[in-house]
């Protein structure tokens, strides 16, 4: 089974601190994404990478970075934390395909960022 | 405009019984998919059904059926004889041709199982 791993699931920060939530998947899939999670606006799509080293900005790009080294790894970046980004983040993963058929994304368990 | 609407926060279902979550989209491209996921208390997403745009027959998996009505563009979610376990949020979600691998994603729908 794909897996795909989020550092950690809970984090608590203060408003202006550097945050590092990282991502790393285990099946060679090409595509990454960072999604928000926030009740009643379901997920919204931060940021995604087709490849290494390739960013594509998604829906909520605004005060959040991005980093991919690696194949599998994607890094989400806040530059400076504020109470407003104090979210469920998501990351996600999958392959690169004809769009017939599934192209299921692999979710990671998440990441509950606080920020005081 | 939203892409997905999920028009149902919660809801609740007595155990045992069949329960439909609606889904409406909005798309003008000819091309798509569209998916359900599952997220229980534990918050990991977990792919449920997914039909396509051109699949004459409704997907089904198990207890779970994709009521897909493309005229009035819904993709409405069945599940039949709900258990406890399906207690979660459900999350309807569209993948359209020109979006490449991306999917959007509607408000989602929390799901209660009485006992």
């Known amino acids: 089974d794909v897996k795909v791993t989020q550092s950690s699931r809970y984090l608590v920060k203060r408003t202006g601190e550097k945050v590092f939530l990282e991502c790393v998947q285990d099946m060679d899939h090409e595509n990454m994404f960072w999604y928000r999670q926030d009740p009643g606006l379901g997920l919204r799509l931060i940021y995604f990478?087709?490849?290494?080293?390739?960013?594509e900005k998604g829906d909520i790009p605004e005060g959040y970075s991005v980093s991919r080294e690696k194949k599998e790894r994607f890094s989400l970046i806040l530059e400076s934390a504020s109470t407003n980004q104090t979210s469920m983040y998501l990351c996600?993963?999958?392959?690169?395909?004809?769009?017939?058929?599934?192209?299921?994304?692999?979710f990671g368990a998440g990441s509950r960022l606080t920020v005081l | 405009a939203q892409k997905i609407t999920q028009t149902q926060p919660g809801m609740f279902v007595q155990e045992k019984e069949a329960v439909t979550l609606d889904c409406t989209y909005d798309?003008?491209?000819?091309?798509?998919?569209l998916f359900w996921y599952k997220q229980p208390s534990s918050g990991e997403m977990i792919f449920l059904i997914y039909?396509?745009?051109?699949?004459?027959q409704n997907a089904t998996e198990g207890r779970y059926s994709l009521n897909f009505q493309k005229a009035r563009k819904s993709a409405n979610l069945v599940i039949s004889a709900s258990q406890l376990g399906d207690s979660a949020m459900y999350f309807c979600?569209?993948?359209?041709?020109?979006?490449?691998?991306?999917?959007?994603f509607g408000g989602g729908t929390r799901l209660m199982v009485k006992p």
């Open positions: 039909q396509g745009s051109y699949d004459q």
């Open positions: 979600a569209m993948r359209e041709n020109n979006a490449g691998n991306m999917l959007t």
């Open positions: 798309t003008s491209d000819p091309s798509y998919g």
């Open positions: 990478s087709y490849d290494v080293k390739m960013k």
């Open positions: 996600a993963s999958n392959p690169t395909a004809r769009m017939s058929g599934a192209n299921v994304l692999t």
